[in-house]
């Protein structure tokens, strides 16, 4: 039996993708604040009590999260929209992406902290189970997305 995959128009993908994009950022800039405000800054504060200057709140230190979110949310985006069109638009396949990015973006980033000695090991074990649930709601509302628009659907 010989199945084809609906392939929508441009518009639609175009539209699909921005959805993507707006519910990411929404999601990811909620989740980046209330998991660095609720448990990384706390943290930090205890691992390094009486430096101040760890987790401050500076508008340039706001900025530059600012530009990491952005950064995060065009990549991560990008990353699940491309792989899940090249993989499969399915469930199993959002969480797989979710899990490669969040190891390679996230665990990268604090074994490196933690490696450098500006957080402790705890640290892994308590943002990266975080990150990744993070990314995996990520990358089910690109899932989402997808198949609203009917991308990946048999016909």
Request: net charge neutral; glycine share 6%; aromatic share 14%.
């Amino acid at each position: 039996m010989n199945q084809t995959i609906a392939r929508p128009n441009e518009d639609a993908l175009k539209t699909a993708f921005q959805h993507a994009l707006v519910a990411n950022f929404v999601w990811i800039n909620l989740s980046e604040t209330v998991r660095y405000f609720l448990m990384v800054k706390p943290m930090l504060h205890a691992a390094f009590p009486g430096q101040d200057h760890i987790a401050a709140v500076t508008p340039m230190i706001f900025a530059s999260w600012m530009v990491w979110d952005t950064i995060l949310i065009l990549a991560a985006t990008g990353f699940y929209w491309m792989f899940l069109r090249q993989f499969g638009v399915a469930l199993e396949r959002a969480v797989l992406g979710a899990t490669c990015f969040t190891l390679a973006v996230f665990g990268l980033i604090w074994l490196g902290v933690v490696n450098m000695g500006l957080a402790p090991a705890v640290f892994i074990w308590a943002a990266l189970p975080l990150a990744w649930l993070e990314q995996i709601v990520a990358a089910l509302l690109v899932l989402w997305t997808m198949r609203r628009a009917g991308i990946g659907r048999l016909e």
